[in-house]
């Protein structure tokens, strides 16, 4: 069974820097999408980043574009997600989301919540003005 382990978040003042980690275990093939999810106080789920493991590719939301880099790890069971350039709204709880996509057609940044089946246990980052 697939299972996902964050870690990394905290908080920080506007501008600063954060590094989310994700590594995954019991993948069958590489043939995965994986992304991160992020649920502000108050809010719905939106989708921030995707990757497509097989062949690295990734989406961002506009908002964090430019500002967010989601990358895979030597080890290829890790993904990260290195945040620059903090504002305020990027306050959240941020999920490590995963599920199998046959093509990097199926691993979009329009994904919704209920496209992905395994999630992390969330964690938080709070960013101060």
């Known amino acids: 069974r697939l299972q996902l382990v964050e870690s990394g978040g905290g908080s920080v003042q506007a501008g600063g820097s954060l590094r989310l980690s994700c590594v995954a275990s019991g993948f069958a093939s590489r043939s995965y999408c994986m992304g991160w999810f992020r649920q502000p106080p108050g809010k719905a789920r939106e989708m921030v980043s995707s990757?497509?493991?097989?062949?690295?590719?990734?989406n961002y939301a506009d908002s964090v574009k430019g500002r967010f880099t989601m990358s895979q790890g030597d080890d290829e069971n890790t993904v990260y997600l290195q945040m620059n350039i903090l504002t305020p709204e990027d306050t959240a709880t941020y999920y490590c989301?995963?599920?199998?996509?046959?093509?990097?057609?199926?691993?979009?940044?329009?994904?919704?919540?209920?496209?992905?089946?395994?999630w992390g246990q969330g964690s938080q980052v709070t960013v101060s003005p």
């Open positions: 989301v995963a599920n199998y996509a046959a093509g990097p057609q199926f691993c979009s940044n329009y994904l919704t919540p209920q496209a992905f089946g395994f």
């Open positions: 990757i497509y493991l097989q062949d690295g590719s990734t």
